[in-house]
Nanobody
Framework: QVQLVESGGGLVQAGGSLRLTCAAS????????MGWFRQAPGKEREFVAA????????VYADSVKGRFTISSDNDKNTVYLQMNRLKAEDTAVYYC????????????????WGQGTQVTVSS
């Protein structure tokens, strides 16, 4: 069993920054990558970024590339999402997730999820 807890969300003005944190605990057996997804009201949950745990290779959605940075601290079992130059369309609940699959951009391949943290960007 694994527990994922997100933190760091909040209300910010367009152009501002936030740093999200995902703390993992319990069993992380078979973990291949950690990812961030987001879901706006009435919308489908979408991929944001992911990082391969063993190598640190990162992948980003086109909508956030150049603005967001995913990173990890393996000793602390923690993953981060630094979000810069935020836009109103970034407003969503952000979820941390774990996958044992190489298909790290697919939400259907993730088998553990956090509770989510709200990010609201005003304009």
């Amino acid at each position: 069993q694994v527990q994922l807890v997100e933190s760091g969300g909040g209300l910010v003005q367009a152009g501002g920054s936030l740093r999200l944190t995902c703390a993992a605990s319990g069993r992380t057996f078979s973990r291949y990558a950690m990812g961030w997804f987001r879901q706006a009201p009435g919308k489908e949950r979408e991929f944001v970024a992911a990082i391969t745990w063993s190598t640190g290779v990162a992948v980003y959605a086109d909508s956030v590339k150049g603005r967001f940075t995913i990173s990890s601290d393996n000793d602390k079992n923690t993953v981060y999402l630094q979000m810069n130059r935020l836009k109103a369309e970034d407003t969503a609940v952000y979820y941390c997730a774990k996958t044992g699959s190489v298909y790290i951009q697919s939400k259907y391949r993730y088998d553990a999820w956090g509770q989510g943290t709200q990010v609201t960007v005003s304009s």
